[in-house]
């Protein structure tokens, strides 16, 4: 014969729990808070990524190898505010590969 290791509760006590917690349990309430500041993040990482698209599009698809050219080794590793403040923004950039190819 199995022996029963399950506490029993009284009814009392388990409306007493759901009516605390709202009927929810542990588990998914920890992954509902989780969720919506994942979903934050992933939104405003979005919008980054999307802006440094625009950027690179509005520079003309620039290859490595024309970043190297005109921002120098680092180049490819920047950010395009880094690309900017160091006095080469993207608008700018095929102006400035075409004065770093005729030198």
């Not at 009284?10 to 917690?21: A, D, Y």
């Not at 921002?71 to 993207?90: C, S, V």
Request: hydrophobic letters at 35%; a positive charge; aromatic letters at 4%.
């Amino acid at each position: 014969m199995k022996k029963k290791d399950r506490v029993t509760r009284k009814k009392s006590e388990i409306k007493r729990t759901r009516q605390t917690t709202r009927g929810m349990r542990k588990a998914a309430s920890r992954k509902a808070g989780a969720a919506s500041k994942a979903s934050v993040a992933h939104k405003s990482a979005g919008v980054n990524r999307s802006e440094g698209i625009r950027l690179f599009q509005l520079a003309g698809r620039p290859t490595a190898e024309q970043f190297v050219r005109v921002y120098g080794e680092r180049g490819p590793k920047m950010t395009w505010a880094q690309r900017a403040a160091a006095g080469i923004p993207a608008e700018k950039f095929q102006a400035a590969l075409g004065s770093a190819m005729r030198k």
